[in-house]
């Protein structure tokens, strides 16, 4: 019997910088012979790749970090974006942590890392109201 891959969730909560989320859409040419102008419909949204959050670096990032990749392995991994009013919206997408890569610090700077993501589903907003149980893959 094959085992059933459960998703396990994580709110990106300590970022200090979040990417450009929903990246863009290609435009897909479907002119006809008879239009007298190009005419596009919208194609597969790009969102150019991973997705680098900077976060402070602190043992529970590693912790965290570490956790994740582990539990990647047989699990799904959906990861949130919280925007607070008054926005008070959510992103949300399912994804695999690549790696935590540290940025470079000055004296009495903070150390910061970078958390990459690859998103392997398409990056979706919500209204964070519009969501049960914190989970916006379950339908409401």
């Known amino acids: 019997m094959e085992s059933?891959?459960?998703l396990t969730w994580l709110d990106i909560e300590d970022a200090t910088n979040i990417p450009e989320?929903?990246?863009s859409t290609s435009a897909v040419e479907v002119t006809r012979i008879i239009d007298m102008a190009k005419i596009y419909i919208p194609g597969i949204s790009d969102n150019g790749g991973?997705?680098?959050f900077t976060c402070q670096f602190t043992p529970e990032l590693l912790e965290l970090v570490d956790a994740i990749r582990t539990a990647?392995?047989?699990k799904e991994i959906g990861f949130r974006v919280l925007?607070?009013?008054?926005?008070?919206?959510m992103a949300y997408f399912?994804?695999?942590v690549a790696k935590l890569t540290n940025e470079a610090?000055?004296?009495e700077g903070v150390l910061s890392a970078k958390l990459s993501v690859f998103p392997m589903t398409a990056v979706d907003t919500k209204k964070s109201a519009d969501v049960t149980s914190g989970n916006p893959f379950k339908e409401v």
Do not use: C, I, R, Y
């Not at 925007?83 to 919206?89: G, V």
């Open 94 to 96: 399912k994804g695999k």
């Open 83 to 89: 925007f607070p009013k008054p926005l008070d919206a």
């Open 21 to 23: 989320l929903m990246g």
């Open 72 to 74: 990647q392995e047989t």
């Open 105 to 107: 610090v000055e004296s």
């Open 50 to 52: 991973n997705l680098d």
């Open 4 to 6: 059933e891959t459960t």
